[in-house]
Nanobody, 122 residues
Framework: QVHLVETGGGLVQAGETLRLSCVEA????????MGWYRQPPGKQREVVAT???????EYADSVKGRFTISRDNAENIAYLQMNSLKPEDTGVYYCYGEFKPVSALARSRVYWGQGTQVVVSS
């Protein structure tokens, strides 16, 4: 069973920096996709950034130029470097992992971490 554990959240002022880490344990295979989602207070969970096993990266428009996602080359570890934080970045940040289906008859396997709280004050 895959388990994802996030660390690095906290309370910061606008303009400051945080770095989140996600470590996976329990799988012998490399996750096809890892990423970060966040859930602002009172809102739905939204994608922040994803990175595929081949290095393909996508960012939400709201974080482009400020956030950087990366992953370990050999292990299921992902990072999110968050610079120039804004109050609207506040929320619970969740690590995401996915094994893509290996055939048309299979389905994706998706895993979520417990979340880490990020609060940005103005």
């Amino acid at each position: 069973q895959v388990h994802l554990v996030e660390t690095g959240g906290g309370l910061v002022q606008a303009g400051e920096t945080l770095r989140l880490s996600c470590v996976e344990a329990g799988s012998t295979s490399r996750l096809d996709v890892m990423g970060w989602y966040r859930q602002p207070p009172g809102k739905q969970r939204e994608v922040v950034a994803t990175i595929n096993n081949d290095g393909t990266i996508e960012y939400a428009d709201s974080v482009k130029g400020r956030f950087t996602i990366s992953r370990d080359n050999a292990e299921n570890i992902a990072y999110l470097q968050m610079n120039s934080l804004k109050p609207e970045d506040t929320g619970v940040y969740y690590c995401y992992g996915e094994f893509k289906p290996v055939s048309a008859l299979a389905r994706s396997r998706v895993y979520w971490g417990q979340g880490t709280q990020v609060v940005v004050s103005s």
